[in-house]
């Protein structure tokens, strides 16, 4: 998903990092997301009492946002895993309302109660918090001009959060210099020597901003304007400010900053060649055969000439049509299955080149004869563009339950590739050409 959402030029953050329910919550840290929400409106009701929750629910009534803001509190574990994001990549931090307007009988989620109240309101939910951006001039009134230069805004980091319902309007500022080098929030400062950070918010009497390091508390300062050199070592630098008497335990912030990173260089990125394998051994595809469903289709059809074409893993290139059985998804798939003999501890790679005549995402998964037969799998995106995939066989993840996270690939006996309800229409077909399958190293 994140791969498609780059590929389409769009820009992904980690939805509830922090919900206490397991299959709402965001994990995989090492996914390559462009941000996350620091707080999650949702997330935050969901692991308070009941008690809370009734009193909050009394006070709806009366102050609808102030009464949403008493369940909130500072999500420690989610602003600590963010804090190490941002020591080796720029990674931005939002609050997100996820306001469904919708509380229901049901324990389930999505709910689907037939019997349901409109609460909390978009409205009310909306007023609880907000981001700013903060931009280099007012807005042009050029609508398609200006919304490119908020996303762009975004796409740098150039904004904060802050908690409305607890003080309203909040606005900070925050700069950091290092010799002759200025940077705001959301920028890369050049090191020029040491670097002197500088924070300011309009604020209510009592209000506590607090600058961190590399995630470490470094400076507070109460009434008044944070001031402070963090020395000549490259760090990441961010605020948050506290009102007096702020709900929660631990209390939440009233205002957190996106990061200025202070002496990190960040070269202009290269286009990555294909890498040379240490080792090489072409998958036996002319052993392939096709699975599918009762109702699909699965057919390996000749390509002109294919008896003569040899690529550079000496295989002829299989030629793969396919076709999901019309209906409401249950299970329909088709698949092409090439045997594996001795496992694959041996490589730590499979590579391959596909073009598809329309657009595709489609699995690669490995099968082992664990339990009742396991799969691990990961997907890839084929377009009308021929492309090599390179794909970690450590980073196929299970499919249904398995035995262990990663594949056990000592005893992997098939390669397959797949598609399925998970990333294609029911009633829907397709093709596309495969060549050059190897296990590399």
Do not use: C
Request: glycine letters at 8%.
């Amino acid at each position: 998903m994140i791969e498609d959402v780059h590929r389409l030029g769009g820009f992904g953050f980690a939805a509830h990092p922090g919900s206490p329910r397991e299959s709402l919550r965001w994990t995989d840290w090492s996914a390559p997301i462009d941000g996350l929400e620091w707080v999650n409106a949702d997330s935050e009701w969901r692991d308070e009492p009941r008690l809370p929750i009734a009193r909050a629910l009394a006070a709806y009534l009366f102050r609808p946002a102030a009464a949403m803001a008493t369940l909130l509190d500072r999500p420690a574990s989610v602003l600590d895993a963010w804090d190490r994001l941002t020591r080796g990549r720029r990674v931005l931090a939002i609050a997100g309302s996820d306001a469904h307007a919708r509380l229901g009988v049901s324990h389930t989620d999505p709910d689907v109660s037939a019997i349901y109240a409109p609460v909390p309101g978009y409205v009310e939910t909306f007023r609880v918090f907000s981001n700013h951006v903060v931009l280099d001039a007012p807005f042009s009134g050029d609508a398609a001009h200006d919304a490119g230069r908020l996303l762009d805004a975004v796409r740098q980091g150039r904004l904060y959060s802050v908690i409305d319902a607890l003080a309203s309007p909040g606005s900070l500022s925050f700069t950091a210099t290092s010799g002759s080098h200025t940077a705001q929030i959301g920028d890369d400062l050049v090191s020029g020597g040491d670097v002197q950070v500088r924070a300011s918010v309009n604020a209510p009497p009592g209000t506590t901003i607090v600058l961190f390091k590399d995630g470490q508390r470094v400076h507070e300062v109460t009434d008044g304007v944070l001031e402070t050199n963090g020395g000549r070592d490259p760090g990441v630098y961010r605020v948050e400010a506290y009102v007096r008497d702020s709900p929660g335990g631990p209390p939440v912030p009233w205002i957190v900053s996106n990061p200025i990173y202070a002496g990190f260089p960040r070269p202009p990125a290269m286009p990555v060649a294909d890498s040379v394998p240490g080792s090489r051994i072409p998958a036996r595809v002319a052993e392939a055969t096709v699975e599918s469903g009762q109702n699909d289709r699965s057919t390996l059809e000749p390509t002109p000439g294919d008896r003569l074409a040899r690529t550079m893993a000496g295989q002829p290139p299989i030629a793969w049509s396919y076709a999901l059985s019309p209906g409401t998804p249950a299970g329909q798939f088709a698949a092409i299955q090439i045997p594996v003999t001795g496992g694959l501890a041996a490589f730590d790679r499979v590579r391959f080149r596909v073009t598809s005549p329309m657009p595709v995402r489609a699995w690669v998964q490995l099968r082992a004869p664990v339990g009742n037969t396991e799969r691990w799998g990961t997907t890839f995106y084929a377009d009308a563009t021929e492309r090599t995939v390179d794909l970690r066989l450590l980073s196929f993840r299970p499919i249904g339950v398995t035995s262990s996270r990663q594949p056990p690939l000592d005893r992997v006996e098939s390669l397959l590739f797949v598609v399925d309800t998970m990333n294609f229409l029911p009633g829907a077909s397709g093709s596309m050409r495969l060549s050059d399958i190897a296990f590399v190293r």
